[in-house]
């Protein structure tokens, strides 16, 4: 099959374009390419690459592929914050129109990268796709926006799906450490302290970024009725953890280390535990192939052998809001002081 990937040079993107083309595929890249530079580790190009905003894509850019595969995005809460409005128009305003673009040049299949911070504040634990959402952030608001705005064009010929991912980590070659599982590990390599900027208390569902590029391979390959404009909680029902359980773990890798309170988030107010049964039943030969604990371990071991420290810590390579904050020109915003 034909498929249009954006944001293929994103944490995310990298491992979905290795695995679309080792089953065969083709595929098309489009991605600003605002975080050229910071890749850790060489990674596969798609066939074709646009490197362009997602905003320009057009009808002709679509036309002849079987599925877009939507992942470029104003990509976590901070981020999101930065500028809300940009992020509107990123992450909710690019989505519906190349959802929209993608129906008009016969695309037969959109697979958008939602999340599950959709439930921010959970009203209880084990939450499902049915369950409230209360969106604490622009980054999870404009997620809800696109959820609802693109089921409203699904048809017999056009046939969304919406991919709420559990909090991503683990190993890319284009590594972030923005992330709670890459930071806390980072932190403990880096100064030996895990530095945990909440109570500890809060509840995560955590999916490795490679099982997040598997997932959309798999919703590829689903068949039409299975996944039509339905959106699916993308996890597993034992990989839900507390912050202070993180941590643990990296103490188990790192035993000099130390853990350390830092108290900048306070009390986080972002606490879910999620259910993955949807995912289970509606593709049941779908089975994650990392554990938090073996994600971090071939994390870590990776982090060693790049002599990961300090300086890699506190530079901007890893960190996308830092690299952000000085590419915003890229997405028509002036930085502010």
């Known amino acids: 099959m034909k498929v249009f990937v954006t944001g293929h040079l994103g944490y995310i993107g990298v491992h979905l374009v290795e695995l679309l083309k080792d089953a065969g595929h083709e595929v098309t890249g489009c991605d600003l390419a605002l975080f050229e530079g910071c890749e850790w580790e060489p990674f596969v190009r798609p066939d074709h690459e646009h490197i362009k905003d997602v905003r320009e894509i057009t009808v002709d850019d679509l036309r002849g592929h079987d599925c877009v595969m939507h992942l470029a995005a104003i990509s976590n809460d901070p981020m999101g914050d930065l500028n809300p409005e940009i992020t509107l128009g990123v992450n909710r305003d690019a989505s519906i129109e190349i959802a929209k673009k993608a129906k008009e040049a016969g695309v037969g299949r959109y697979l958008f990268s939602g999340s599950c911070s959709v439930y921010?504040?959970?009203?209880?634990?084990d939450l499902e796709e049915n369950d409230g959402l209360h969106p604490l952030t622009a980054y999870?608001?404009?997620?809800?926006?696109?959820?609802?705005?693109?089921?409203?064009?699904a048809d017999d010929t056009f046939s969304p799906a919406?991919?709420?991912?559990?909090?991503?980590?683990?190993?890319?070659?284009?590594?972030?450490?923005?992330?709670?599982?890459?930071n806390l590990l980072g932190s403990a390599l880096a100064f030996n302290q895990i530095r945990i900027q909440s109570d500890g208390s809060p509840w995560r569902p955590l999916v490795h970024c490679r099982d997040i590029a598997r997932a959309f391979c798999?919703?590829?390959?689903a068949p039409r009725e299975c996944i039509?404009?339905?959106?699916?909680?993308?996890?597993?029902?034992?990989?839900?953890?507390?912050?202070?359980?993180?941590a643990d773990y990296v103490g188990e890798?790192?035993?000099?280390?130390?853990?350390?309170?830092?108290?900048?988030?306070?009390?986080?107010p972002r606490n879910y535990r999620v259910k993955f049964d949807l995912l289970n039943e509606l593709l049941p030969d779908f089975k994650l192939q990392y554990t938090l604990k073996s994600g971090m371990e071939e994390l870590f071991a990776k982090m060693k052998e790049h002599g990961f420290s300090e300086k890699d810590f506190e530079s901007d390579q890893f960190v996308r809001l830092r690299t952000l904050k000085?590419?915003?020109?890229?997405?028509?915003?002036?930085?502010?002081?």
């Open 228 to 246: 039509h404009n339905k959106a699916v909680n993308i996890g597993g029902n034992t990989e839900n953890y507390q912050v202070k359980d993180v």
């Open 162 to 182: 919406y991919l709420r991912n559990a909090t991503a980590y683990g190993h890319s070659p284009m590594l972030r450490i923005d992330l709670v599982v890459n």
């Open 140 to 153: 999870a608001k404009s997620k809800i926006d696109t959820e609802t705005e693109v089921s409203k064009l």
């Open 120 to 125: 921010g504040k959970g009203e209880k634990l």
């Open 218 to 221: 798999a919703f590829l390959e």
């Open 326 to 337: 000085h590419r915003m020109g890229k997405l028509g915003v002036v930085e502010a002081e």
């Open 253 to 268: 890798l790192i035993p000099s280390a130390d853990i350390v309170f830092t108290g900048e988030v306070g009390n986080d």
